[in-house]
């Protein structure tokens, strides 16, 4: 009986295959807002006479084989999630030639959540996205279709390191100092976010900061790294809150989120780098000085670059390699990896009807 019923579905999945070849339209959409962790060549549109390292050797060896303004050897957190949903590659927002169908990539080196470069921080970056927003209206004529697409789409955010290593902390700050910088750059990302809900936006894939006074950049240039440290833990901590607190109110009642715990994973990185196939945590592949945290891809300054990259967690002072990236993404991709809740990012792209999720499903009833 179960054999019978197995091969009248497998004839009613060939059937199904023959009918709808493999040419229906993707249906996923992908934006991203945040700093040089997600960036991918925004400032060559913003500031177009200006020396950027990031659109220079040795940025974007690895994968592309050229700079493409990403802060990477190759691919961001951004480029592996579009790729494991079959998206093409989605283009910075800044470049007024790309195709914005399935989403924009809003970040920029440097970018802060509260207010401070016009041009590039985070509430910038919601102006952008508005732009983008009334494109799509005028494309789309649909109002019902504009606003499922918005719905649908699953936004990354990746904010808070820039407005930390910007402030002037005194270097015997109070546990409530600390608290209180926190504080606005937490009430600053979650404003922005209900501006972006307000648009439309739904489903909200948040990243903490890194562990930043472990980061070369900060080891190399601080006197005082336990205070970005410190900064870096309670951002950590109060991130998940102040999301949950958005859910919870009545003003938002379809809001989604899940918090990517990268100070997490990036001190465990650091801890213990072999445990993650990497050899070195501590020490960037590409910059000047002691931990080479920083000058990378600099026109003034001598710099160093390692010889193999995946061997590295950061690529430059502040930003990861490739392959880091890469396991970053599959980190963020499936809550059981532990790193993020209390969703995966999987959960917010519910999977297509594949040829491959029907054949599970088929030996699953066999
Ligand atoms: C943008 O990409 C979409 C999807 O691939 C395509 O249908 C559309 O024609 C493209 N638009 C332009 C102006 O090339
Ligand atoms: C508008 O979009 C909705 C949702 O995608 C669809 O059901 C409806 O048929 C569309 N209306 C027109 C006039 O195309
Ligand atoms: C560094 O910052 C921490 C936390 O505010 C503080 O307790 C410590 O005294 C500071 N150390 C120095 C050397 O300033
Ligand atoms: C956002 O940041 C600004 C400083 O740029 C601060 O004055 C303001 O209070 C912050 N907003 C919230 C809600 O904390
Ligand atoms: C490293 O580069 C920075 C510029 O980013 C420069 O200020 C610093 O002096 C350099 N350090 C050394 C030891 O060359
Ligand atoms: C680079 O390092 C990785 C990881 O340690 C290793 O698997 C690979 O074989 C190395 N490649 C070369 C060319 O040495
Ligand atoms: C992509 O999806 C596969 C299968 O679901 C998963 O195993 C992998 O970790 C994902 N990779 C990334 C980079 O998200
Ligand atoms: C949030 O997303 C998850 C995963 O897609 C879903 O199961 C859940 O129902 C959603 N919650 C809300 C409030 O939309």
Not at 125 to 135: H, N, S, V
Not at 155 to 173: T, V
Request: proline share 5%.
């Amino acid at each position: 009986m179960a054999s019978l019923a197995y091969s009248l579905f497998i004839l009613s999945l060939f059937t199904f295959t023959l009918l709808n070849p493999v040419c229906t339209e993707l249906d996923e959409y992908l934006f991203s807002f945040g700093d040089g962790l997600y960036d991918a060549g925004n400032a060559k549109f913003i500031y177009p006479d200006k020396y950027l390292p990031s659109y220079h050797h040795p940025y974007g060896t690895t994968f592309f084989d050229y700079p493409t303004g990403r802060f990477s050897d190759g691919r961001t957190v951004v480029d592996f999630v579009a790729e494991n949903v079959s998206l093409p590659r989605i283009p910075p927002f800044k470049n007024k030639e790309a195709n914005f169908t399935y989403g924009a990539n809003f970040a920029s080196e440097g970018a802060t959540a509260s207010d401070s470069n016009p041009l590039i921080d985070f509430r910038s970056q919601i102006r952008d996205f508005g732009e983008l927003k009334l494109e799509w209206a005028v494309q789309l004529v649909n109002v019902t279709e504009l606003a499922r697409r918005l719905k649908k789409a699953v936004y990354l955010i990746s904010f808070g390191a820039d407005d930390y290593l910007n402030y002037e902390i005194p270097s015997e700050a109070s546990r409530e100092q600390l608290e209180s910088i926190v504080d606005v750059v937490l009430g600053n990302i979650s404003d922005r976010i209900k501006e972006l809900y307000d648009f439309g936006a739904r489903k909200f894939v948040v990243e903490n900061v890194a562990p930043l006074g472990l980061i070369p950049f900060i080891k190399q240039t601080s006197d005082n790294s336990t205070l970005f440290y410190e900064l870096a833990s309670l951002h950590a901590m109060k991130l998940p809150q102040i999301l949950e607190k958005i859910q919870d109110g009545y003003l938002f009642p379809e809001f989604n989120y899940t918090v990517f715990n990268y100070f997490g994973i990036i001190k465990e990185i650091i801890d213990a780098p072999g445990e993650h196939g990497f050899k070195y945590g501590d020490i960037a592949c590409c910059g000047n000085s002691t931990y080479r945290g920083q000058a990378c891809g600099f026109l003034d300054y001598e710099f160093c670059v390692c010889g193999n990259k995946t061997e590295y967690l950061f690529f430059d002072g502040t930003h990861n390699t490739d392959a880091a990236n890469n396991l970053l993404a599959e980190l963020m991709w499936d809550k059981e990896s532990g790193f993020i809740s209390p969703y995966g990012v999987k959960d917010f792209f519910p999977s297509p009807t594949t040829i491959q999720t029907l054949l599970t499903e088929a030996t699953a009833l066999g």
